[in-house]
């Protein structure tokens, strides 16, 4: 270490000094070491082009790993192929090497690239362009998406070896509009899809129904095309490609890429209130920790779970170094950013001109920004992973990294803080999608219609096609005639499909204080408890008022402040249960629990301002919003009248209250979902049941297949709970936990735990 | 879990209450729809039944046709990859559309060449072989079709084509009218069409260079064809029409220009916006009386492209303010003018610039381009006159530009040589400007406001020089 600058020479020094650093040393919970790994190589396979072979000698490839080379012969073989390898092990080249090998050999054959997002997408172009230009061969990658101006469109259409895009684009520009396409559809070889993990959920169950039409549209042109995918590490790569795609998948998993030394550091912020559990914030440690390594020299990346995290640790890291580093060396990165800026982002992380960088997960795909060196989580990501995934930011193939895992003080984050086996013993999670939501099914049936009509025999997804067909011909949606189904309406269907979620439309954010400028959006899920009038919103570290939110017009105007503090809202929620599909009693008859259709009402009631810092609460004021409807699919479960009986209301309160607050963190840990996908409800008196109830709900019309999941996994859910409970340090009930006792009382911890163990014990 | 059924019913239940706006927008419109639907038909369709009746009575009776259909004059054409319908009308040449008659046509083609080098000049650079720009009125086809939605995607299907061309040798201009019964017989129908663009070298259209070919393009291959890289060329009268009328019309949809400027009067219409709806009814109840209305509508439509052809001729052959009479807003001669000019027809704009410069009227944003399109031909004078009264109408306006002054101060500056003149313009563009400034402040009035200073302290220098000779 530099005395005089502060600056590490290397991430070895770094860690030295680090361990001998009492006061930090004294929080970590655990250092786990990963050691280096050498390379494991093949030869380039004697049927590899002599141009390719020499392009990528020129750049320093001699040999391909083994997985590389695996996945070349896999595709040689004809089959699909999905390979899984941690980020930067080298996993583009294993379908760029096939794809190219083919185009070499046959000009008119063509490729097309799925990636989730646009960046990814730009990136991959000019990586394959490069490879082209070096071998001087005439092969013409295009990015198509909304960026795409029209001129170009048709040489793309008729030219392009090689399309880029992404499953938006495909859903609502590409295949509706197939007979344009008629060159890339009649000659498609390949099909890649990168990031195939990202495809899960809501966003994954609309993208298998845009492969669904997808592979009609081939058919209808007669063309058979491979699938090339890749994911990073989740437990069920080859399931979910097949689910995914509806074929079989060869799985390439052996990873022959070399690494660097790795550290995973547990670090827990240290308790300030043993009584109350209270431990200092994870955001003010989790600053502490950037700060330290910003200011030694390292290159750092901060992840933060939601959009305002990321804008308060922004704020507070520009301000500790701005002494050290100019404004634009440290940097927000999210969703809802304009994507002019965050391709500056990008480009400024890669040249090493931005020192810092506080992101959403939206940094967590394999959007290129080089490797980092360090990387601190702020709070468990939520799944395992997605904690690989965001810590292989940081890591480079030579050379050591670090990644802190600084805890919150969600019962979640304690309890993996303070089991660190249980993480690192444990398979990532599994990807899950639910391609036949019928709501999801029934939008894409329209599309494929629109496409094409539909005949007799014709098979689209798991439920019965022709039903779904008459239905729709009911709705004077289609037009059946001969045994074909045609479309007859006159809107356009993907217009008002969007894949992401089951938001229609984004909201705009218009920043008044000089003239009219478009900031970002927020999209509608958002938009209740982000933008409404009076909310702080923050942008790129700077705070806005909302001014005005034009709802039906979809809208937020707000003036750049100078405030103290943010704001928090919350949302008033009231379910109706309509249909009951399954029961089960436990053993015991203690507790009933059932799956069926709810409808759920939210509207979003007051909003609390909160000091910055030191996050109390100092004042507060309405939200006029109209309120949102969710028909969607619930599991819910319901404690007896006996075991209600024993205790009073107010206790069942307490219990019910403080069981809820575990479940919540505890449901996406078993469904490898967002937290905000799923939703958790207690009530005392249901009016459904009229007993004590704790209600999940897929926060998605139609259900996505979540809360299905949890009634099948309902002992082990509340096992799991109870083991967390009682494995909590704390006296009687803290964040941690059951919650605070602010919250569920005094007796809070004791009252859920007795609850669990009278009814659920007696189910075990 | 429940059945497929339930939950699919249970979603309709739940389905409709979000979207109460829109469903009864909708409603709104298809009731009104039905009313001039029926008020628009009403008549007709009572005479229509008594014809319908006669023909019953007649012996050879064609096919089970529904007796609308076969009182608009409808026949069932089979051919090898099925059937379809097709109503022919024929008319004679001399028959009068509004203020133009068919006849005119043979001679107005050849005038639109500028037009159809225009809007064909990829493909003709392509290959001038396949693409003359020489056009001749029988190898024209007036191509409108009527389709069950918006957009160029591949779900929005033509149901009706309707096209019309001129025989020379018949004297006649025949108008066919191709519909089909429903989707399946959509393949007969486009083959058929595929036959008569043989000997076709454009496809005379509004807007159908973006919409109705793209549309005909995308049903051909779905239909198993493969687009083979020779398209007939485009004569669309969009882009001209929006070029001359695009400021004083309220709109340039086809029936406001009719009105307006054609001299048609369609009287009771269907609107082309609610053809999608009513055939929709029609395959919905079979009740082909709902399709009325969208044949009378869709030939009139051909036949106003047919008079559009004779009016853009006429406009490029020059007979405004020989033969008819000029257009009488300043805005829209000069519009006319520049486009005559950008259309190789520079002779004739000289008229209607001539007109205009005589105009009495203070003027409008038109002063300002008229002027340099003088200087740009060194003719100053007459731009120094255009300018005068375009800097006499900014200085009665709040928001002043200071142009036409900048212009004079150059003018006199530089051609007449009276820099004192000049200086007194410039002065004045500076008041102007500070006036702009005090009210809205940008970066481009600052910048126009120095580079005013610049040219005062320039033109002091000059009128002190000429003093002190003098």
Redesign the interface.
């Known amino acids: 270490m530099n005395p005089w600058t502060g600056k590490a020479a290397t991430m070895e020094e770094w860690l030295e000094h680090l361990r001998l650093n009492r006061e930090i040393m004294e929080n970590v919970t655990y250092w786990h070491t990963q050691p280096a790994r050498p390379a494991r190589t093949a030869p380039f396979p004697p049927e590899l082009d002599q141009r390719l072979s020499d392009a990528l000698g020129a750049r320093g490839v001699v040999s391909l790993y083994t997985h590389q080379a695996a996945a070349f012969e896999a595709v040689r073989e004809g089959r699909h192929v999905v390979t899984v390898t941690p980020t930067a092990s080298g996993k583009t080249l294993c379908y760029n090497l096939p794809v190219l090998q083919r185009l070499l050999t046959d000009p008119s054959a063509r490729a097309l690239y799925l990636f989730p997002t646009k960046a990814l997408a730009q990136d991959q172009v000019a990586e394959l362009q490069e490879l082209a230009d070096a071998m001087e061969v005439d092969i013409k990658t295009h990015t198509y998406d909304g960026d795409t101006p029209p001129t170009v469109r048709q040489v793309i259409r008729n030219a392009g070896h090689i399309v880029v895009t992404n499953p938006d684009m495909l859903h609502s520009a590409i295949l ?5 396409w ?1 060159k890339l559809f009649e000659n498609l070889k390949y099909i890649v899809i990168d990031e195939l993990h990202a495809y899960r959920g809501v966003f994954g169950s609309h993208v298998a129904n845009v492969i669904r039409r997808l592979k009609r549209i081939c058919a209808f042109y007669g063309s058979a095309p491979q699938f090339l995918c890749a994911s990073a590490t989740i437990a069920n790569p080859r399931e979910h490609a097949e689910r995914l795609i509806e074929a079989s998948f060869a799985l390439v998993d052996d990873n022959g890429a070399p690494a660097g030394e790795k550290h995973l550091v547990f670090y827990n912020p240290p308790v300030v209130n043993r009584q109350l559990g209270i431990r200092r914030s994870s955001v003010l440690e989790s600053q502490k920790l950037a700060a330290l390594l910003l200011r030694s020299g390292i290159q750092t990346i901060v992840f933060a779970r939601s959009r305002v995290r990321v804008e308060i640790l922004l704020t507070y890291l520009q301000e500790l170094t701005k002494r050290e580093f100019g404004p634009k060396s440290i940097r927000g990165y999210r969703g809802g950013y304009l994507p002019k800026l965050r391709r500056e982002i990008e480009k400024g992380l890669r040249s090493g001109e931005i020192r810092g960088v506080v992101s959403t997960n939206a940094l967590e795909l394999g959007i290129d920004i080089g490797q980092l060196q360090a990387c601190v989580l702020n709070g468990y990501p939520g799944s395992i992973a997605s904690t690989w995934q965001q810590s292989g930011r940081a890591g480079r193939r030579h050379g050591s990294s670090v990644t802190f895992l600084v805890a919150s003080s969600n019962p979640l984050d304690q309890y993996l803080i303070q089991h660190p086996d249980y993480f690192l013993g444990r398979p990532p999670e599994e990807a899950r999608i639910h391609p036949d939501n ?2 999801i099914l ?1 939008d894409h049936i329209k599309c494929a ?5 539909f005949e007799a025999g014709d098979t689209f997804g798991g ?2 096609l022709v ?2 067909l008459e ?1 729709l011909a009911e ?2 949606v289609l ?1 059946e ?2 045994g ?1 189904w ?8 993907a217009h008002g499909i969007s894949l992401r979620s089951a938001a229609q439309e984004n909201f705009v954010i218009i920043d008044m204080t000089d003239g009219h400028r478009v900031l970002g959006e927020v999209d509608r899920f958002g938009a209740p408890t982000l933008i409404h009038e009076e909310a702080i919103y923050l942008h790129e570290g700077v705070q806005y008022q909302v001014e005005k939110l034009d709802y039906p017009e979809k809208k937020a105007y707000v003036r750049e402040v100078n405030v103290d503090y943010f704001t928090d809202a919350s949302l008033a929620v009231e379910l109706k249960v ?2 009951v ?2 029961e089960r009693e436990s053993p015991g008859g203690a507790i009933v629990r059932q799956y069926g ?1 709810l ?1 759920v009402t939210a509207k979003p009631t007051i909003f609390k301002k909160m000091r910055l810092r030191t996050h109390e609460n100092i004042g507060s004021g309405p939200i006029h919003l109209p309120e949102e ?1 969710l ?1 969607t699919s619930g599991y819910w479960f319901s404690f007896s009248e006996e075991a209600a009986a024993v205790r009073s209301a107010n206790d069942m309160q307490s219990a019910l209250l403080g069981l809820a607050n575990v479940l919540v963190h505890l449901a996406p840990l078993h469904l490898m979902c967002d937290p905000m996908d799923i939703c958790v409800v207690p009530q005392v008196k249901a009016v459904h049941t009229k007993q004590p109830t704790i209600y999940f709900y897929d926060r998605y019309p ?1 259900g996505i297949g979540l809360s299905q999941r949890l009634y099948d996994k309902h002992d082990e859910l509340l096992a799991e709970a109870g083991r967390l409970i009682e494995g909590c340090g704390c006296l009687s009930g803290c964040p941690a936990c059951v919650g605070p006792i602010e919250e569920v009382g005094l007796l809070g911890k004791d009252l859920a735990l007795g609850l669990l163990q009278k009814t659920a014990g007696a189910a075990g | 879990m429940s059945s497929l059924r339930d939950r699919l019913d249970r979603l309709r239940a739940h389905a409709r209450p979000p979207e109460p706006a829109l469903g009864g927008d909708a409603d709104a419109t298809a009731e009104s729809a039905e009313d001039t639907g029926h008020s628009a038909v009403g008549g007709e369709a009572s005479r229509k039944a008594v014809s319908a009746g006669d023909s019953g009575a007649g012996p050879a009776k064609p096919s089970g046709l529904h007796p609308a259909l076969t009182a608009l004059g409808v026949e069932e054409i089979a051919g090898e990859s099925g059937s379809f319908l097709r109503r022919r009308a024929v008319y004679p040449l001399e028959h009068r559309h509004g203020h133009y008659v068919l006849s005119e046509l043979t001679r107005c083609a050849g005038l639109l060449r500028p037009i159809a080098v225009r809007q064909n000049r990829v493909r003709i650079e392509a290959d001038p072989a396949v693409a003359p720009a020489d056009i001749e009125a029988h190898r024209l086809l007036f191509l409108d079709t009527e389709t069950t939605g918006l957009g160029v995607g591949t779900g929005n299907l033509p149901f009706m084509i309707g096209f019309g061309y001129v025989d020379a040798a018949a004297g006649t201009f025949t108008v066919e009218q191709l519909l089909i019964r429903h989707p399946g017989e959509e393949r007969a129908m486009l083959a058929y069409l595929l036959g008569r663009f043989a000997g076709i070298t454009h496809l005379v259209t509004y807007n159908g260079r973006s919409f109705d070919w793209p549309v005909l393009t995308s049903r051909f291959v779905l239909n198993g064809w493969r687009p083979s890289g020779v398209e007939p060329g485009h004569l669309d009268f969009l882009h001209p029409s929006r070029a001359l009328w695009k400021n004083t019309l309220p709109s340039c949809r086809l029936s406001r220009i009719e009105e307006d400027r054609l001299g048609i009067f369609r009287g009771e219409d269907v609107p082309g916006s609610l053809a999608p709806e009513l055939y929709m009814r029609y395959l919905s109840d079979g009740d082909a009386s709902h399709l009325r209305g969208v044949y009378v509508h869709n030939e009139r439509d051909i036949l106003t492209l047919a008079s559009l052809t004779v009016h853009f001729g006429g406009v490029l052959e020059g007979r405004l303010g020989a033969e008819w009479a000029l257009p009488s807003e300043p805005e829209e001669l000069f519009r006319t003018a520049a486009w005559l000019d950008e259309h190789g027809g520079s002779i004739h704009a000289e008229r209607l610039f001539a007109a205009l410069c005589a105009e009495t009227t203070p003027g409008g944003a038109w002063l300002l381009p008229a002027a340099a399109r003088f200087k740009r031909l060194g003719r100053y004078d007459e731009a120094a006159e255009l300018w005068e009264r375009a800097a006499s109408l900014a200085e009665s306006r709040l928001l002043p530009s200071a142009e036409a002054h900048i212009e004079l101060s150059m003018h006199y500056e530089h051609r007449r040589r009276e820099p004192a003149v000049a200086l007194d313009y410039a002065q004045r563009a500076l008041g102007l400007l500070q006036r702009r400034t005090s009210l809205r402040q940008s970066d481009r009035t600052r910048a126009e406001l120095d580079a005013v200073r610049h040219r005062m302290a320039r033109l002091r220098r000059k009128v002190e020089a000429t003093e002190r000779l003098g």
């Open positions: 509706p509009h197939h007979t344009k008629v019928l709501l029934l219609a629109y496409e094409l009509p439920e019965k039903d779904l239905f709705e004077k037009h005639n001969g074909r045609y479309w007859m309406e006159q809107a356009f269907p309509l249909h599909d399954k259709e409808m409807e028909h139609g």
